[in-house]
């Protein structure tokens, strides 16, 4: 049974011919008007339906006035949803992101309205409740179903028969003979409420150090960041579940970030051994159903702790009092489509906002989070060692100059000789390499012709497995042919370069018994295979994995004892001032597989530049000289955190559009003492999906006043005409 959803009953009537703004998600700068119907009551928040164009679509009554429309002029609201309205941190919050982004603040405020279901209440669905009669006689079924109701608890049908391990006619029996009565029963909740005194470790000096300070800052009830800074292994989940669990003894909501949640399912039984239950997921792998509940039941209150990816950001909390973002180093934190934010850095506008603590948690934290911890405005927790016996795998870098693969290979006799030994010791290797795919480019030999993709201006990535050439930027996939489709000649196209499918078939050829696994993020049957795979990594189904970048992040692997990076000079390449951080951290990461439990263990980073700063940091351990070298660095040069950056992307379909626009943007840019303009160049990608770009970069002093730049650019440029589409990225990650 549906239930009618009654209109929100306030206090006051509001007057005939109130009209109020309301925030629509449509890229539009403003909220639109509507009449308000006289028998109708909403407040700042509500969400409500409204008219827009032809369609009907959900929106936000919102602050402020309306502009000056005569109101018989304005179209009425259709309906207001029984829904707890959005709160004032959260409008606030969604309007300083659309003010800091250059974003529409009705595209942010899409981003909140995502589970259209859950605005109205969940249904009460039909249950059973014993009536206290008994049966006419007793059958062994019969007396589990009665057991299983004994306590006067309502069960659904399905439910009952499914729990007592009977039929649903001994039921439907029962029923009939006034055993059982028809009661309604409210929505099961999402997840059980987590108990903060469940499990609590017992935690290490720095551990209990650590801990303490977060507690405090939990406890204090204002905002303040903290970053937890310590190397892979050290406890800080342990660490930071004790902030968690203040938290929720103060009666408050807790919000976890992680880079990867649909592929930690660790993580979430690791919560589940110190809180008795799970979080409740919030991720794009959530079937849309259960999101819709999850919504609900946060903006209501039921959920009191959510394990989410970057968007759980835009959860209607009703009472959050906490968020943790681990892994706050990570780049899949950035969202790089529609609205281009960092979802580390809203986050921490978001405990501003609500006055609440923050805490940031990495390995390996972005410079920017180092530099603001050390100009004091955050607090910095440190955790120098791995718990209990674990110690830090030995890292040594492979010369490849003097120690080169076998011909047409790309492992060194070093590295294979390694991986020799831990298979005889029944230990496991991993192999990283970050390139999906079997190679990276192919051509032919006979005229050199390279297969490039027909819209982007990429090489198309062999993938040996599927017998296809792809894009890996659009998405474009061909058949690989036999023949050169330049010069007709068969056979002769070669593959150069390496990608995992690659590198698999040399492990396989120089370890034929091994049991390998190859690993990465197109694998045939999506996240729940992965899972799968990963758990099975875990349990020592595996000898030697070769994988992406998502093996990297956050699991863990008790028997793996040796890490080979087959090429850890791939991302210094790419010229970006970023591109050391990025390697260090990856590189940290997933040396940071190996050793998990007390075993000896190695990494070992195939390198043509042992002498990089990167390389020496990771072999001699000391990130410290690497943090102080990249932040001197930085700070010489103006560049983040000691600078501001913005990147504006022009796209067209043709080049000299693109090219056209984004002159016609620097001609326009007016002068500033503290900021100034770079460009425009091909942007580092200049074509994808057939669509041309081009990239100003404006870089500021620490103190200017980007946005207000950035708009007032925006508005003396050109028009924007035909197929150009001009795009913000505040604070980009590549520069
Ligand atoms: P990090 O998040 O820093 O990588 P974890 O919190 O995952 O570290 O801890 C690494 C391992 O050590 C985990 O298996 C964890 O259960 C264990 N561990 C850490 N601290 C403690 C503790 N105080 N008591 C028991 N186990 C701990
Ligand atoms: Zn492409």
């Known amino acids: 049974m549906k239930q009618d959803s009654p209109q929100r009953l306030t206090e006051e009537k509001p007057a005939a011919g109130r009209s109020v703004p309301v925030l629509v998600p449509m890229p539009a700068e403003r909220p639109y008007s509507y009449a308000v119907p006289g028998d109708m009551c909403v407040e700042p928040g509500s969400i409500v339906r409204v008219p827009l164009g032809p369609r009907q679509v959900a929106g936000i009554v919102w602050d402020g006035e309306c502009e000056a429309i005569d109101p018989r002029k304005l179209r009425p609201i259709s309906h207001v949803f029984d829904c707890p309205p959005i709160d004032a941190d959260m409008r606030r919050f969604i309007d300083w992101i659309a003010a800091y982004t250059l974003s529409p ?115 204090a009830d204002r905002f303040a960041v903290t970053l937890l800074d310590g190397v892979t292994g050290s406890g800080k989940t342990e660490v930071y579940f004790e902030a968690v669990a203040a938290a929720l003894e103060e009666g408050r909501q807790v919000l976890i970030l992680l880079p990867e949640i649909a592929l930690t399912q660790a993580f979430l039984e690791r919560f589940q051994d110190r809180f008795g239950t799970k979080p409740a ?201 036999e023949a050169c489709p330049e010069c007709g000649t068969l056979d002769h196209l070669v593959a150069c370069g390496p990608g995992v499918e690659r590198i698999a078939e040399e492990v396989v050829g120089q370890f034929p018994d091994a049991r390998t696994i190859v690993l990465s993020s197109d694998i045939l049957g999506g996240v729940k295979r992965l899972r799968l795979e990963l758990e099975a990594i875990a349990n020592g189904e595996a000898d030697i994995v070769i994988g992406t970048q998502l093996v990297a992040k956050g699991h863990n692997f008790p028997n793996m004892t040796l890490v080979g990076v087959v090429d850890a000079d791939l991302g210094l390449a790419n010229g970006d001032p970023r591109a050391a951080e990025r390697t260090f951290q990856l590189l940290s990461q997933v040396t940071g597989r190996a050793g998990r439990t007390g075993k000896k263990s190695l990494g070992l980073l195939q390198t043509f530049q042992p002498d990089h700063p990167v390389m020496r940091a990771i072999v001699s351990g000391d990130a410290e000289a690497f943090y102080e070298r990249e932040i001197d660095e930085r700070q010489k040069a103006g560049l983040p955190p000691f600078g501001r950056l913005a990147g504006i992307i022009v796209s067209a379909a043709t080049r000299a559009e693109a090219e056209g626009h984004a002159r016609g943007l620097r001609r326009a840019a007016p002068p500033a003492n503290d900021i100034h303009i770079l460009g425009p160049a091909e942007a580092p990608l200049a074509l994808i999906a057939g669509r041309h770009r081009f990239r100003l970069l404006v870089q500021g002093e620490r103190a200017a006043d980007m946005q207000a730049y950035l708009r007032r650019l925006l508005a003396t440029g050109p028009k924007i005409r035909g197929s150009v589409r001009v795009q913000v990225d505040v604070d980009p990650q590549s520069f």
Request: hydrophobic fraction near 40%; aromatic fraction near 6%.
């Open 105 to 219: 603040p009705g595209m942010v405020a899409r981003m909140i309205l995502r589970a259209p279901e859950a605005f109205d209440p969940e249904p009460w669905v039909e249950g059973l409740q014993a009536t206290g009669a008994g049966p006419d006689r007793l059958t062994a079924a019969r007396t589990r179903v009665l057991e299983l109701a004994a306590n006067g608890m309502a069960w659904t049908r399905s439910g009952l028969s499914h729990a007592a391990g009977v039929s649903s006619t001994v039921i439907d029996g029962l029923k009939a003979q006034g055993v059982f009565e028809t009661v309604m029963i409210p929505p099961r909740p999402v997840v059980a409420a987590p108990d903060p005194a469940y499990a609590s470790a017992e935690l290490t000096g720095d551990q209990e150090e650590a801990a303490r300070m977060l507690r405090d800052s939990v406890a």
């Open 281 to 481: 997921e919030w991720h794009s792998d959530v079937a849309p159903r259960k999101r819709e509940r999850v919504w609900r039941q946060v903006a209501e209150g039921g959920v009191r702790v959510v394990a989410g990816a970057r968007s759980a950001l835009f959860l209607p909390f009703k009472e959050l009092g906490l968020i943790v973002v681990d892994e706050e180093h990570d780049p899949a934190y950035k969202q790089e489509d529609r609205v281009f934010y960092n979802a580390r850095d809203m986050a921490v506008v978001r405990g501003h906002i609500g006055g609440f603590p923050v805490v940031l948690a990495s390995a390996t934290p972005s410079v920017e989070s180092r530099v603001n911890a050390s100009q004091g405005r955050y607090a910095r927790a440190v955790l120098h060692a791995r718990f209990a016996e674990a110690a830090l795998p030995s890292i040594r870098a492979v010369d490849m100059r003097r120690s080169p693969p076998a011909r047409g290979g790309f492992l060194s006799p070093m590295l294979l000789s390694h991986m020799r030994e831990t298979l005889e010791r029944s230990e496991q290797s991993l192999l990283f390499l970050n390139r999906r795919g079997y190679a990276p480019l192919t051509l032919c030999r006979v005229c050199g012709h390279r297969f490039q993709c027909p819209s982007c201006s990429s090489w198309l990535v062999e993938h040996r497995f599927r017998g296809q050439l792809q894009c890996h930027h659009c998405g474009h996939a061909e058949k690989r042919p």
